[in-house]
Nanobody, 125 residues
Framework: QVQLVESGGGLVQAGGSLRLSCAASGRISASSMGWFRRAPGKDREFVCAVRWIGGSTDCADSVRGRFTISRDNAKNTVYLQMNSLNPEDTASYYC???????????????????WGQGTQVTVSS
């Protein structure tokens, strides 16, 4: 069974940067990978997604221009580069795999069926 393992979270000051990684153990037959986040008391929120083939990406308006998602097919790893972080970005960040046969990325958590355990990102003001 494929497992997703996130890393790279931590504590950073406002304006700082972090890079999250999501490594898939084993061959993952997914069309896309996504990053989601959940802040305390809030619903899970879509952040960014990337297609394995072609590399097309999609990011939420709240992070567009600050966050960049990328993938390394050879390493079965997806990255989330987060710049200009602010306290509102504080959350647990999860990567997930969309194994549907789809030509486009999805923002719906229900379209992702494999999830990592999450990594905490805390941004201090």
């Amino acid at each position: 069974q494929v497992q997703l393992v996130e890393s790279g979270g931590g504590l950073v000051q406002a304006g700082g940067s972090l890079r999250l990684s999501c490594a898939a153990s084993g061959r993952i037959s997914a069309s896309s990978m996504g990053w989601f986040r959940r802040a305390p008391g809030k619903d899970r929120e879509f952040v960014c997604a990337v297609r394995w083939i072609g590399g097309s990406t999609d990011c939420a308006d709240s992070v567009r221009g600050r966050f960049t998602i990328s993938r390394d097919n050879a390493k079965n790893t997806v990255y989330l580069q987060m710049n200009s972080l602010n306290p509102e970005d504080t959350a647990s960040y999860y990567c997930a795999a969309d194994r549907r046969l789809s030509a486009v990325t999805s923002r719906a958590p229900g379209d992702y069926d494999t999830w990592g355990q999450g990594t905490q990102v805390t941004v201090s003001s």
